[in-house]
């Protein structure tokens, strides 16, 4: 089986309408803030980070990427009992990371969008605990099977809204 390449120029980048790329991210950081305190179980989903992913992957744009996680981060941040900031970073760098993994691989089939939300969920938790606990040296407790748990949680959320939000793309 040979081995193809794909070029930058052959990858499908998308871009969003004005309003979509507004609204999408304020629905989410508003049910984040709001639907856990009526469904405490809902709390394990991170829509934000989702939406970031979602943006990130389909925009290919590392730049855009980051500075869509760090308006998302810090859109989220206003709403928690957290310092700004601490979303804010952990956002910003799987924005970017996400985007630049987005032009190398893939991204538009369930499986890899599934094990790229679960790897940036990840890496999402590892730096926001690194912020807290390290930079602001505020107590947190980490347990890895909770973790691993919403990891694969978000994973799946993931895959049915990033087929719906599909629907918003628009070819560049």
Sequence with gaps: ??????SNEQVEVYRFS???AILVPLIAVFLQAFIPLRFPFFAIVDLPLLIVIFFAVARRSPVTGLLTG?????????????PIGV????NTFVG??????????????AGSRFLVTLFFYVVHEILYFAT???????NLQWSWL?????ALANAFVAVALFAILDRFKQRT
Excluded at 132 to 138: G, K, P, S
Excluded at 146 to 150: N, P, R, V, W
């Design 1 to 6: 089986m040979p081995i193809t390449y794909t």
């Design 18 to 20: 004005l309003p979509v």
């Design 70 to 82: 760090a308006a998302i981060g810090l859109l989220q941040d206003s709403l928690t009992h957290q």
């Design 87 to 90: 979303y804010g970073i952990a």
């Design 96 to 109: 970017y990371g996400a985007s630049s993994l987005g032009v190398r691989l893939d991204v538009e089939n």
């Design 132 to 138: 807290v606990r390290y930079l602001l040296a505020l």
């Design 146 to 150: 909770h973790e691993l748990g919403s």
